[in-house]
């Protein structure tokens, strides 16, 4: 990716993500730092004006926006129609930091109440649920069940995974209404430039 056009800010984001890593040994460590930064990115003007642009991810698409070539984590972005209903998962041994950019979203966790012994079956429950304004960053961590829901308008979130599934990883995933269990592929990764 040519660095030197990137929005500046994003840039800088990319830049401090990268020193976290660096300076910081282990990965809850590293994502804490993160989940400041990215707070930080999801309330400047000129990204939450520069995503009024980014192309929809319907069809379980994320924006690619950066992958690290030394460090390996990634950052995505999620651009959602009014109301559309986020499927319940977690995203496998991967801790993640998921950010509102625009407009509101529904950000859920629930707790898994049996012993997982079952086959392709998993009782959950809601745990809690925040609303999403933008600069509401939530850091999930490894294994953690969650969901997104967007909100009455489109919404727009930047997400930072400490390292890339999609292809590599099966993640888990739920059904409230049947209890059913499955792991399945990430979303499909479309490359985009914030610049
Ligand atoms: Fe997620």
Redesign the pocket.
Known sequence: MNTTKRLPVFEKFIQDVRAAWAELQDTEARMKRVKVLLEGLVKDPTIQEHSKNWPSTEGHKNLLLYEDPDYQFVVNAVVRTPGRYGRI?D?AHAW?A?GVLDGTERLERYRRIDEGKKEGYALIELESLAEGNPGKVDL?PPFAI???KGGPTRSVAV?VRSERLVGRTLQGRYDAKTDEYREGEGPTQVPFEVA
């Open positions: 998962h995203h993640t998921y999930v969650h969901s997104e997400i």
